[in-house]
């Protein structure tokens, strides 16, 4: 009697819906997919067969105090997708925003925090309390430590392990990861103009081939770059406090 229904879902043989479980318009849920609350699912989204989605916490400390999943519009939660609510000590939150694509398998820690148009790629994981910024993409098998923070555009290769943060618009693989340099293929997507992919080749080009500290770069950057928005965006991202940054 808790879970709410909206108008135009479908629901395939065998799902599960439980206590707590709202799902907005025109959301289809595939057979045998499996929602546990408090989830909320937005409009239009889709969840393929076998998805776990809104479970507790994979959190030893767990004891069962009411945290949630919020899920944001068209999203697609590929087969055998896992999703975990989040923790009391993370914030009670786990996020996933509008337009978000799991594919096969993917795994969505507790407390994570996705923003929009992330791509996870079949069988990537994320463990506890990662933020993935706007439009970043996780590869097939890759694994991303707790805590660990991705920048907006970034991309993580497939079958990299991820223990440092990825600062946007930046590619890592391996490993351990290492930095690959700036993902151009996302920039030309999005269709950044010369004038700030030049920009961001110096910066990337400082962070990584110049011998210089995190913070050095980032003051350079500031220094000689700091008008372009994007050069600021990366700088604001090495000066937080993180889990240190991928080299």
Known sequence: PTARVGPQVELGPYVVVGPGVVLEPQTVVEAFAVLEGP????????????AVVGGPPQDLHYQGEPTQLLIGEQVYLGPYTTVSRGT????????????CVLEYGAHVGHDCQL????????????????????????????????F????????????AMVGKDVPPFVRVAGNPAGAQGLYRAALAARGMDGRVLRA???AVGWLYGAGLTAEQAAARMEQELGDVPEVQELVAFLRARGRGVTR
């Not at 989830?39 to 076998?50: D, P």
């Not at 970034?154 to 079958?159: G, I, L, N, T, Y």
Request: aromatic residues 0%; hydrophobic residues 40%.
């Open 115 to 146: 923003g929009r148009e992330v791509r996870m790629e079949p069988l990537s994981a994320l463990a506890g309390h990662v933020v993935v910024g706007d439009g970043a993409e996780i590869g097939a098998l890759a694994g991303v430590h707790q």
């Open 88 to 99: 009391p000590k993370g914030g009670g939150v786990t996020r996933i925003g509008q337009g």
């Open 148 to 159: 660990v923070r991705i920048g907006r555009l970034a991309r993580v290769e497939p079958h």
């Open 200 to 202: 961001l080749e110096t």
């Open 39 to 50: 989830t909320r699912v937005g409009a239009r989204c889709r969840i393929a067969t076998g």
